[in-house]
Nanobody, 118 residues
Framework: QVQLVESGGGLVQAGESLRLSCAAS????????IGWFRQPPGNERELVAT?????TTDYADSVKGRFTISRTGASVYLQMTGLKPDDTAVYYC??????????????WGQGTQVTVSS
């Protein structure tokens, strides 16, 4: 129902900034919330930040004060500042919501690599 494409990842030095983008297409009116997740090498996927249809935001404690999630139309962004080597991970965009018949869905993008060197 919803397709997501992440972009903006790359290689940066510690302390620098990076902005990730998540472009949503398809039945975007059915989206209730979008979240950014990340999966460090050798570790499990973890939630980074979420934004709801009412633009309510929430953040993991590890990124509070450094990361900002925002939305413009069908695009969601993650502005990352003060990056640390521990932020190195594949970052994924996830959208959840309900279709016209009330069927819940969860859609994932392919991910974008963020590497922070010391």
């Amino acid at each position: 129902q919803v397709q997501l494409v992440e972009s903006g990842g790359g290689l940066v030095q510690a302390g620098e900034s990076l902005r990730l983008s998540c472009a949503a297409s398809g039945s975007t009116r059915s989206i209730n919330a979008i979240g950014w997740f990340r999966q460090p090498p050798g570790n499990e996927r973890e939630l980074v930040a979420t934004i709801s249809g009412g633009d309510t935001t929430d953040y993991a404690d590890s990124v509070k004060g450094r990361f900002t999630i925002s939305r413009t139309g069908a695009s969601v962004y993650l502005q990352m500042t003060g990056l640390k080597p521990d932020d190195t991970a594949v970052y994924y965009c996830n959208a959840v919501g309900y279709g016209d018949q009330g069927v819940p869905f969860s859609s994932w993008g392919q991910g974008t690599q963020v590497t922070v060197s010391s």
